[in-house]
């Protein structure tokens, strides 16, 4: 295998839930330079103060310039949003499509990166 290629050989044949494709075991492919391949996340959070109950939740997500605060049942939108900032697994900050703190600003159509940045992180 050359360096930038990822070998992907099926063991048994593979149906996909969207459409009936079938792939044979036997046939294999390489994926061309995959650390180019663009990966985007959101994410969010929700943190219930009230030891699981509902009583008094807060919860937000990197898209959103809001969060919501209050009782389940009854939450209020507030002006605030998510700061995401990528480590390494030593803790060091870690770019990824060419920032490693995102704003809501910079995140509201995904925390977008290369694989390879993401691998490198």
């Known amino acids: 295998m050359q360096p930038g290629n990822c ?45 699981g109950v509902g009583a008094w939740v807060i919860r937000g997500k990197s898209e959103s310039p809001a969060f919501w605060e209050g009782p389940r049942h009854d939450m209020k939108e507030h002006e605030g949003s998510v700061m995401t900032v990528i480590l390494s697994e030593e803790g060091s900050p870690c770019k ?25 992180c």
């Open 96 to 120: 990824v499509g060419g920032r490693s703190t995102w704003k809501y600003e910079h995140a509201q159509w995904g925390i977008e990166g290369t694989l390879g940045e993401w691998m490198a």
């Open 7 to 51: 070998a992907i050989k099926p063991r048994a044949p593979f149906k996909s839930r969207a459409a009936a494709v079938r792939v044979p075991p036997e046939m294999s492919f390489f994926v061309k330079n995959p650390e180019h391949q663009r990966l985007g996340i959101f994410h969010g959070y929700e943190v219930d103060t009230s030891d």
